[in-house]
């Protein structure tokens, strides 16, 4: 088993290793000092993988309830959330009890933000099941919720008791939600690791799968640095944020019909364009291309850019953008909106 400890103000351990979700339970109770957990977890990753961990809970003789919401974006909801905080009471939840986020990132952003407001607090752990949870979302104690005015605009740092990522649980994911997750991947690539990015482009969405679990521990690790550094995203944390931005105005100029992965995919294209060499620019759309992710805006910058004018990083007349010049050197740069749209145009 690889173990990755993440030295963050409350220090956890993100451990990966396949079949693990079968016997957690020790390391739930070791890393939460609870004996009774609340299960929440989305309809479709429930009927999958919620009787695997309900089962080695109650054989261990711990006593496990579950709330199971709808799977989807919609669920990261202030109703979702206040629906959760109803179950949490009256399945009397306390704060020597804790949460056990099973999913996704909406699960994990939502369950995150549950215990980190629940009772003014109790101990969550992550249980991620996706390719975009294993690699980025369970790790960093980012939780949110969304508003109807954009996403995750109500949320908190919260860090996780401990990280359980079973890689086994990516062989029920569909092929869609696998390209999402590998946008973040190449992502990491890009902005710190060129030797991953150098496994990316040897391999293709058919022969990942031989090497995927040294991936997403790299991925992890690399995660694990960034937050070390950085826990409160005020520097090189928004490194993470590599083709977000104009990635963002994509998601909301297709109404969502593009997934946050395609969008990203789509948005390092644009920003290495006009920041790298053609050399970096080739290599990114190839690897981009092997996984089934696009490499084509839906439409002219012109149109894009002003959605980006809104973008949530926005701080003051700024904004913060990650050029990649060779591949594995991120940097930052913190310029004012008309000069990224000068930049970006
Ligand atoms: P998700 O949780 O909605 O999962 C995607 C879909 O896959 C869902 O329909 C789910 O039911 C299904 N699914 C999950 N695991 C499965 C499995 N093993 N087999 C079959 N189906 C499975 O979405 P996501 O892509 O995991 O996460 C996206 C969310 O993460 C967004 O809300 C985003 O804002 C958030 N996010 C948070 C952070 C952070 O740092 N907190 C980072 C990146 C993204
Ligand atoms: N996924 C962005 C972050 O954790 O900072």
Redesign the pocket.
């Known amino acids: 088993m690889r173990t990755i400890h993440v030295p963050a103000g409350a220090p956890y351990d993100v451990y990966v290793e396949r079949g693990l979700l079968r016997s957690c339970d020790s390391m739930i109770a070791d890393a939460t000092g609870a004996k009774r957990f609340a299960i929440v977890s989305?309809d479709?990753?429930f009927a999958?993988y919620g009787d695997a961990v309900t089962r080695t809970l109650h054989e261990a003789g711990y006593e496990a309830v579950a709330y199971v919401f709808p799977?989807?974006?919609a669920s990261?909801s202030h109703e979702t959330l206040l629906s959760l905080y109803a179950f949490l009471c009256e399945n009397q939840i306390t704060r020597t009890d804790a949460l056990i986020a099973l999913?996704?990132?909406?699960?994990?952003?939502l369950t995150g933000f549950a215990a980190a407001t629940y009772l003014r607090g109790l101990p969550y752990v992550q249980i991620p099941?996706?390719l975009?949870?294993q690699v980025?979302?369970s790790v960093?104690g980012?939780?949110a919720v969304n508003l109807p005015a954009g996403?995750?605009l109500v949320g908190a740092f919260c860090q996780p008791k401990c990280v359980i990522c079973d890689p086994d649980?990516?062989s029920?994911?569909?092929a869609a939600?696998f390209a999402?997750g590998m946008a973040e991947v190449i992502k990491y690539g890009m902005i710190r690791d060129a030797a991953l990015f150098e496994t990316l482009i040897a391999h293709d969405a058919d022969s990942i799968s031989s090497v995927l679990d040294d991936i997403i521990a790299r991925c992890i690790e690399i995660k694990r640095d960034l937050v070390a550094e950085d826990e409160f995203d005020t520097g090189a944390r928004m490194l993470l944020n590599f083709g977000h931005t104009i990635g963002h105005a994509i998601e909301r100029y297709t109404d969502f019909a593009w997934t946050?992965g395609q969008a990203v995919a789509v948005g390092m294209m644009l920003v290495s364009q006009r920041t790298a060499g053609q050399n970096v620019t080739e290599l990114l759309s190839r690897c981009l291309a092997q996984y089934h992710l696009p490499t084509e805006a839906p439409a002219e910058r012109a149109v894009l850019l002003p959605l980006c004018a809104n973008d949530k990083k926005r701080a003051g007349g700024s904004l913060t953008y990650v050029a990649c010049k060779t591949i594995g050197n991120g940097t930052l740069h913190r310029v004012p909106v008309a000069d990224f749209m000068n930049t970006m145009g």
């Open positions: 989305d479709t990753v999958l799977h989807g974006e990261k999913g996704g990132g909406v699960t994990g952003d099941t996706t975009l949870a980025d979302s960093g980012k939780t996403k995750n649980t990516l029920t994911l569909p939600e999402c946050h």
